[in-house]
């Protein structure tokens, strides 16, 4: 029920996200949060948000990977757009919905690396919030894989001569039900290494409530540290004590994020 529900919210925005797009309408960027939330909603996932999110654009916000459902975790707390590898431009139904959300995707060929980090820089200089994870891959919901200084790159320049914003966030799914998320039942949410993408989907149908806990950390900019991979260092330690702390339930109580 809850994929046809999905599939019937889905399928008639997305003419009205692309003629926002190609119109270049500002509902191409407002459109995205309101769905983001409603498919959350549809989904069964309680986000909840701690700390204060930046504004205003452009911010380049970093953190850790858990799964496909941190897209409209993320995408219905923060107006912008994803960066993402290469590979989901050519996903089925899913790839689409990433393009028309105007997703940079970006290659691990070196060769296309100058070209990726100019198409970053004109978002930004455009005003769009761009959301990243350094580690370059999902993982298990528990550890945060070492983040990728190279991806960092587009935070040596400025914006409006001012040093780009960068704000580390943690994301942590916590519950199931009305019971707390125990190690065990981490790849019921966590999607990573070879899991198939439709009998996970399927499973998190099956789950009910899901509770999700976005933790937003102090800004940075590359102007407080030495060069781009301390500061990707520092943006991994406090992502990862961040992931902790919601894991173990360590965080102060927060209000549920905005719903649409």
Same mark, same amino acid.
């Given at each position: 029920m809850k994929a046809v529900l999905y599939l019937a919210f889905t399928v008639p925005l997305m003419p009205v996200q692309l003629v926002a797009a190609v119109l270049g309408l500002r509902l191409a960027r407002r459109l995205p949060v309101f769905y983001h939330r409603r498919v !959350? /909603?549809?989904?069964g996932i309680d986000v909840v948000a701690t700390g204060r999110q930046v504004t205003p654009a452009p911010v380049l916000f970093v953190g850790n990977h858990v799964s496909y459902l941190d897209i409209c975790v993320l995408g219905g707390l923060i107006e912008g757009s994803f960066v993402a590898k290469s590979e989901i431009a050519g996903w089925p139904f899913f790839g689409w919905l990433a393009?028309?959300?105007?997703? &940079?995707? &970006? %290659? /691990? =060929? !070196? !060769? /296309? !690396?100058?070209? +990726?980090?100019? %198409?970053?820089?004109a978002r930004l200089d455009a005003g769009d919030n761009l959301i990243l994870f350094p580690e370059g891959t999902s993982d298990d919901g528990i550890h945060v894989l070492p983040f990728r200084s190279a991806l960092f790159a587009v935070a040596e320049r400025e914006v409006a001569g001012k040093p780009l914003v960068v704000q580390p966030f943690s994301i942590a $799914?916590? +519950?199931? #039900?009305?019971?707390?998320?125990? /190690?065990? *039942?981490?790849?019921?949410c966590a999607w $990573? #290494?070879?899991? #198939?993408?439709? #009998?996970?989907? *399927? =499973?998190?149908?099956g789950l009910g409530r899901i509770g999700a806990q976005v933790v937003f950390h102090a800004p940075v900019s590359l102007a407080d540290f030495p060069d781009r991979k301390a500061l990707a260092e520092h943006c991994r330690r406090v992502v990862a004590e961040g992931l902790a702390a919601a894991n173990s339930g360590r965080l102060p109580a927060a209000e549920p994020a905005p719903s649409a």
């Open positions: !959350a /909603r549809l989904l393009k028309l959300q105007r997703t &940079v995707f &970006v %290659e /691990r =060929r !070196a !060769a /296309r !690396a100058r070209h +990726q980090r100019d %198409e970053i820089s $799914y916590t +519950q199931i #039900g009305t019971l707390p998320m125990v /190690r065990d *039942w981490q790849p019921l $990573y #290494g070879d899991m #198939g993408l439709g #009998g996970h989907l *399927w =499973r998190v149908l």
